[in-house]
């Protein structure tokens, strides 16, 4: 059973340019979040897919943007990077007629920015 | 604004010792209640989950965690660590209607063999 596969593991970019990261969700899943985890704090919520629409967001501005795809797969965009985006990206996926869509969290990716 | 908030930060234990991390949220309704772990170089995983019924839960590896509504807390207990349970925990709290979990910054625990 494949869990929640994420890449890049590492990214190092520079400031102003832009990224995109990559989640595959655990088999049978069709809901995908994503998180930001800096430093010494817990995961923050970005947003979240469903059906290919973002259908919730955190408190993050527009420079971060995502994309699902049919076969449930997500993207997430970030744009203009700043030294603050600095951090692990972690992905989640659930079911939506799980119960209480339970997250299943990937092994994240780095996101350097110099 | 709605908040997780895990009091110890480090916690450094001996072998067989008790162990008990304080989860304490601040939402007014109803919400789903986890407790993560993340062993160093891995990725989070669930630990145990809340969601109705005996407030007392039951987890993977001998963890149990306690709801108590009137004091909106959720904290993880353990009679006897392990050196292996040396990792970082997390609390995250759903709030019902909504899609996003909320997290504590975390404990990171250390065993001591």
């Known amino acids: 059973d494949a869990g929640v596969t994420q890449s890049p593991t590492h990214l190092i970019k520079t400031r102003g340019q832009q990224v995109t990261l990559r989640c595959s969700p655990k088999?049978?899943?069709?809901?995908v979040s994503w998180y930001q985890q800096a430093l010494g704090q817990g995961p923050q919520f970005i947003f979240q897919?469903?059906?290919?629409?973002?259908?919730q967001r955190g408190n993050f501005p527009d420079r971060f943007s995502g994309h699902q795809f049919p076969n449930y797969s997500s993207e997430l965009n970030v744009n203009a990077l700043l030294l603050g985006d600095s951090a692990l990206y972690l992905c989640?996926?659930?079911?939506?007629?799980?119960?209480?869509?339970?997250?299943?969290f990937g092994p994240g990716t780095r996101l350097t920015v110099t | 604004a709605q908040s997780v908030s895990q009091h110890n930060h480090h916690v450094i234990l001996s072998e067989a010792a008790s162990l008990e991390l304080g989860c304490n949220y601040s939402?007014?309704?109803?919400?789903?209640l986890f407790w993560y772990v993340q062993y160093p170089g891995q990725h989070l995983q669930l630990l145990l989950k809340?969601?109705?019924?005996?407030?007392l839960v039951k987890g993977i590896k001998g963890f149990e965690a306690e709801f108590i509504k009137s004091k909106f807390s959720f904290n993880l207990r353990k009679p006897s660590v392990q050196w292996s349970d040396t990792a970082e925990y997390f609390c995250?709290?759903?709030?019902?209607?909504?899609?996003?979990?909320?997290f504590g910054t975390g404990t990171r625990l250390k065993v001591l063999a």
């Open positions: 995250a709290v759903n709030q019902r209607g909504t899609y996003k979990y909320i």
């Open positions: 939402y007014g309704g109803t919400v789903n």
């Open positions: 989640a996926s659930s079911l939506e007629t799980g119960e209480v869509h339970e997250q299943y």
């Open positions: 897919y469903y059906e290919e629409e973002e259908r």
């Open positions: 809340y969601f109705s019924g005996d407030p």
């Open positions: 088999s049978g899943h069709d809901t």
